[in-house]
């Protein structure tokens, strides 16, 4: 899978001085290894008993629904507050600077279903134990984490500890 790196550019500098951004939109246009991404994941969760594939506001919408489709499952989205029209359940975490929240409609998932959460970085880990959080407290349950890059410098498999975590692409 590393040669699949060649297709996520490097942008230093980015959003601010001293950090190097991974930039999927050059991988996501070549269809060949877009189609890869999805086919790895197929190829690991098809037999997980995935009920739901979950994916983050913004870019885990990219994959999660495609990766839904691949397994006949359905799709959650997980939203920043106020974007969902219906009932919402609410998490809070911690960021280095304060605080942030992602809401889920409260029916999205039944009590059992096993969840798949999809997003495209691992970083600190913040948000996507957050989202784990989220799914067990509807009665959820987190059947795995998959990503498309780990950032393994940042530790964030750390905050995951003791659930099923895999990435792609390790940097």
């Known amino acids: 899978m ?19 951004f ?5 991988l996501l246009k070549n269809g060949p290894g877009f189609r890869r991404v999805i086919d790895q994941f197929h190829a690991r969760y098809r037999d997980a008993g995935v009920d739901v594939v979950v994916g983050i506001e913004a870019r885990g919408f990219i994959f999660a629904p495609t990766l839904a489709y691949a397994l006949g499952t359905g799709f959650v989205p997980v939203r920043k507050p106020k974007k969902l029209p219906a009932a919402c359940e609410r998490i809070e975490y911690a960021l280095e600077y304060g605080t942030d929240a992602l809401e889920m409609h409260t029916d999205a998932i ?13 970083a600190t880990g913040g948000t996507a134990a957050a989202v784990a959080r989220l799914v ?24 995951l500890a003791g659930r099923d975590v895999y990435s792609l692409l390790h940097y």
């Open 2 to 20: 590393d040669d699949l790196k060649q297709l996520i550019r490097e942008v230093p500098g980015f959003p601010k001085p001293g950090i190097l």
């Open 22 to 26: 991974y930039d999927i939109t050059t």
């Open 110 to 122: 039944a009590p059992g279903q096993r969840a798949l959460i999809l997003d495209d970085v691992l």
């Open 136 to 159: 067990e407290k509807t009665g959820g349950v987190v059947a795995g984490l998959g990503f498309v890059i780990e950032l393994d410098f940042l530790r964030g498999r750390d905050k």
